[in-house]
């Protein structure tokens, strides 16, 4: 059984710099993908980025992509995102999600398996 925690979540102000963790237990962490997806108040959830499963390739979204760094430690069973200067829409709660694949960067929600149950991210304007 896989379970995904979420920590590192709260409250930052625009421009300003927050990271988020991800730790997971489970034999299958060190050879899947993993991803992180948020979703805002009223709107669906949606991708943020991906890294395969020994990080060297990387995905993200466009409304991320400079700001955001996604990396992972197999040794730690943890995954990160990275988040500089941080927009007031980049609210969001944050999830953690876990692919049954390795070598490629799924952006689809579909392709996860498993969730964390998310941390919150207010950024203040």
């Known amino acids: 059984q896989v379970q995904l925690v979420e920590t590192g979540g709260g409250l930052v102000q625009a421009g300003g710099s927050l990271s988020v963790s991800c730790a997971a237990s489970?034999?299958?962490?060190?050879?899947?993908?993993l991803g992180w997806f948020r979703q805002a108040p009223g709107k669906e959830r949606e991708f943020v980025a991906t890294i395969t499963w020994r990080g060297g390739r990387t995905s993200y979204a466009d409304s991320v992509k400079g700001r955001f760094t996604i990396s992972r430690d197999n040794a730690k069973n943890t995954v990160y995102l990275q988040m500089n200067s941080l927009k007031p829409e980049d609210t969001a709660v944050y999830y953690c999600?876990?692919?049954?694949?390795?070598?490629?960067?799924?952006?689809?929600?579909?392709?996860?398996?498993?969730w964390g149950q998310g941390t919150q991210v207010t950024v203040s304007s």
């Open positions: 489970g034999r299958t962490f060190s050879s899947s993908s």
């Open positions: 999600a876990m692919s049954g694949r390795a070598y490629y960067t799924p952006r689809s929600e579909d392709e996860y398996g498993y």
